[in-house]
């Protein structure tokens, strides 16, 4: 049994999202923490402790991929997984090239979620 549960951090403008994936997450095992925005979370305390970024990629703003980049900017190296509702063939090839673990379009499912999440959290042990 883990002694102390990994932190994912989710940022979404979608109040719907911040109030219904914390919960989820819960319920897989996870501690969780929600943010309105990019801004929100660099100037948290969880910053540090974040094991997996679950991200929204448009938001007002600083964008989804803005934040991934000021995180590379300040050598934090916490996975991203990016969530959408964008319709963009060219939009998740662009974002795993820029480094992000998995991009996932809204609505996903429980399962696809869990199965990203496990995929970044054992390439981050």
Request: hydrophobic share 45%; net charge negative; with cysteine.
């Amino acid at each position: 049994m883990k002694n102390k549960r990994l932190l994912i951090s989710v940022v979404d403008d979608d109040e719907s999202i911040r109030e219904s994936l914390p919960d989820l997450l819960r319920e897989f095992g996870y501690a969780a923490q929600a943010f309105s925005s990019g801004e929100e979370f660099l100037a948290s305390d969880d910053l540090a402790q974040t094991s997996c970024l679950i991200l929204d990629v448009a938001m007002p703003g600083m964008t989804g991929p803005d934040l991934q980049r000021e995180l590379l900017i300040r050598q934090q190296k916490i996975p991203v997984i990016f969530i959408t509702a964008q319709r963009d063939a060219t939009l998740r090839p662009r974002l795993l090239k820029l480094g992000a673990v998995e991009c996932l379009l809204k609505p996903f499912s429980d399962a696809d979620l869990l199965e990203a999440i496990n995929v970044t959290l054992q390439g981050n042990q």
